[in-house]
């Protein structure tokens, strides 16, 4: 399922790079790539005032990112190729998808709330992964997780790769988040929906404990304290 859902976000992608620019009747030149972002992705203000005719967008924005960007689209599935396949290992394919449909939901309709008025189009698949980072972070919270070092001068000493805990690295993301959301209340202008990374995150972790089995079966090797695993067979 995981893997499903990364197929489905690449192809919608290059399907959006791919489509052609079009001249409209007035001599205007458009992307149908932008137009499809225009129409499927998720508008605040239409959703709250057309709930009925644009309800949808909710779940088509899920699985839109910004054309021109290719970096929106290999950071979420980085994230996603990285936690999401263990969090489907636990919970297994079905209620893998009712998680990551589910915190993509809240993730919407928190950030539609945050600025109802807003006409700039939510896109990106950010919300449902952040439910997924909150999974893993309950399912898994010590399993030793690869990063790159960001401070260079450092690498001399611990070198250009950090082994941390995976409860580090996902509080990290949601405290972040929290933080760059509320500096940007207010804001006009487009950028990166931090409320939607938030709702998903919490919508992750409430959805997980109703979907949740019991009991879940892990072999992955746990953090010591503050001592790593000796094997690292993933990053």
């Known amino acids: 399922m995981n893997y499903a859902l990364i197929a489905l976000n690449v192809l919608v992608y290059v399907g959006e790079r791919l489509a052609p620019v079009v001249r409209l009747d007035d ?41 021109a960007s290719l970096a929106h689209l290999g950071a979420n599935m980085l994230f996603l190729w990285i936690f999401g396949d263990n969090v489907e290992d636990a ?57 790159l070092n960001p401070v260079l001068p450092l690498w001399l000493v611990f070198g250009p790769f950090l082994v ?23 804001a006009r202008e487009g950028g990166i929906a931090f409320f939607a990374h938030l709702g998903g995150f919490i919508g992750g972790f409430l959805i997980l404990r109703a979907v949740r089995p019991t009991p879940i079966d892990s072999s992955y090797e746990k953090w010591s304290q503050w001592r790593s695993p000796t094997k690292r067979p993933w990053r």
């Open 91 to 147: 919970l297994g394919g079905f209620r893998y998808l009712v998680l990551y449909l589910g915190a993509g939901f809240l993730a919407a309709l928190t950030q539609a709330a945050v600025a109802p008025g807003s006409l700039i189009p939510i896109v990106g698949a950010s919300g449902a992964i952040s439910g997924v980072l909150a999974a893993y972070g309950v399912l898994y919270p010590r399993s030793p997780v690869t990063v």
């Open 164 to 186: 941390l805990p995976a409860w580090l690295i996902i509080a990290e993301y949601f405290i972040g988040n929290l933080v760059r959301g509320i500096l940007t209340i207010g």
């Open 27 to 67: 001599g205007r030149r458009v992307s149908l790539g932008d137009a499809i972002v225009r129409t499927y992705g998720l508008v605040p203000a239409h959703l709250w005032d057309r709930p009925g005719e644009t309800v949808h967008t909710i779940v088509t924005s899920m699985f839109l990112h910004d054309p």
